[in-house]
């Protein structure tokens, strides 16, 4: 089996959390009907919080120029850098000798200013921050030497995640654990299958779906960013920027030593992202409260958290029940109670829904209601318990069990997009492991 060389950094990250310096160029202010240019620097600024901003040196201004422009908040200015305009507003500004100093920061992210529509790329990298340190992918052998690796393929695209060479990934992960904060750890590759050349648009577009491709993996935000394309005599061909998530890989269903549990995901889920927008924005929508959901102990707290999750649920369960399959109707599905509609979606998705003992609070809680009281299942416990949260006129004691409640809307939800996109390989179930790396089949088993 060839090898071929690691993938190689397009930027110096190792001054993080310092600023690093990702483009230089030329920069022209346009300020009360007139016109400041000098240069420029996209910046990747990772302190206080991980953002791109632009910090511009511009000449042309008289000292009465520099003394209004440091106390004007007005918006009546635009910034162009390499004679594009970048959508955005000042942040900081200060000026001396006549020089005006501008922290400029992008409405928008990634910020791209190149040429972004042309076919002249073979492949792209990307840059991927506090992703996992996982092991176990089954092409590990095509691997660079010393390299983690996973390969994601979907009919028409390769993407291929690496971790960095020479023991850099690992000593970013202990900078991580001991520093907090945002390391470069992956880098990520992008082709196309059958060779054919692509845009800088085409590669932004499977950059969004594997966004939230890797933030449903990791169980907290995550993006490749920085994207650079190449063509196929490695010259450069566009360039992105944009800010990473600053955030330590929660916990979640993937087991980072058995990473061929996301290469036999990806393509089931890359079918059900590209069925319909429909689909597409019920899988983002409900990856972006899992995340949220999902908080490790930190922002948002459990009680909203598990108001988050079964916000989730309820999306997939409508589009599923009602839109894609069609089993009812919408006003028959609104008219069910919470616990209804969950029930029918679990018992359709083949996930159990029984009170179990990996519950013990809720089972415990349960056990001493009153025989009219009790929850019948687990959909009825977490919904109710929600209800509390939501309506607190609920007479029933269940602040101990708003944990468990937390964990089992998790565990439901993880369940429900693996068994959405038809995933039917082994998951880690936050409910029953011991350690991140115990893995089970999923409950509905393997379908003949």
């Avoid at 190792?14 to 009360?32: D, F």
């Avoid at 040196?57 to 440091?70: N, P, Q, V």
């Avoid at 687990?378 to 949260?389: V, W």
């Amino acid at each position: 089996m060839n090898h071929v060389g690691p993938l190689q950094p397009a930027y110096d990250f190792s001054p993080a959390p310092k600023p690093v310096r990702l483009l230089q160029g030329t920069a022209e202010l346009e300020w009360r009907d007139k016109s400041y240019s000098g240069n420029a620097d996209v910046l990747l600024q990772f302190l206080p919080s991980p953002r791109v901003t632009l910090h511009a040196s511009l000449r042309g201004a008289t000292e009465a120029d520099a003394f209004r422009f440091c106390f004007d908040e007005s918006e009546d200015q635009s910034l162009s850098f390499n004679g594009q305009k970048v959508e955005g507003f000042r942040v900081k500004s200060n000026a001396h000798d006549v020089i005006l100093e501008l922290h400029w920061m992008p409405r928008f992210e990634p910020l791209a200013l190149s040429d972004m529509h042309s076919k002249t790329s073979v492949a792209a990298i990307f840059h991927l921050f506090n992703f996992p340190d996982f092991r176990g992918g089954q092409h590990q052998t095509s691997a660079p030497a010393g390299c983690a690796l996973l390969v994601l393929e979907s009919e028409e695209w390769r993407i291929s995640l690496q971790e960095l060479p020479d023991g850099a990934a690992r000593e970013a992960w202990d900078r991580i654990k001991a520093e907090g904060g945002c390391f470069l750890t992956h880098m990520v590759k992008l082709e196309r299958k059958d060779g054919e050349l692509f845009s800088g648009d085409d590669a932004s577009e499977q950059c969004y779906l594997l966004n939230n491709f890797l933030s449903f993996i990791k169980g907290g935000k995550c993006a490749p960013v920085c994207g650079v394309g190449a063509d196929a005599a490695g010259a450069t061909t566009w360039k992105t920027f944009a800010s990473p998530h600053a955030i330590k890989p929660p916990y979640s269903w993937f087991n980072p030593f058995k990473a061929s549990q996301a290469e036999l995901l990806f393509p089931l889920f890359v079918k059900r992202w590209q069925q319909s927008e429909e689909w597409r924005d019920c899988l983002r929508s409900s990856i972006y409260w899992y995340a949220q959901a999902n908080t490790n102990g930190g922002s948002p707290g459990i009680d909203a958290a598990i108001i988050l999750a079964q916000s989730a649920l309820e999306r997939l369960a409508y589009h599923y029940l009602v839109v894609d399959r069609k089993m009812i109707s919408g006003k028959g599905f609104d008219d069910l109670r919470a616990s209804d509609r969950l029930r029918m979606f679990f018992t359709v998705c083949g996930i159990p829904n029984e009170i179990m003992d990996t519950t013990p609070d809720i089972r415990q809680a349960n056990d001493a209601f009153r025989k009219e009281s009790k929850w019948v299942d687990a959909p009825h416990a977490i919904t109710d318990i929600r209800n509390s949260l939501v309506h607190p006129v609920s007479k029933k004691k269940v602040h101990d069990c708003y944990v468990d409640a937390w964990k089992l809307s998790l565990w439901y939800l993880e369940l429900s997009v693996l068994a959405l996109c038809g995933y039917d390989d082994t998951y880690t179930s936050r409910l029953t492991a011991k350690y991140v790396t115990d893995s089970e089949n999923v409950p509905w088993g393997k379908k003949s």
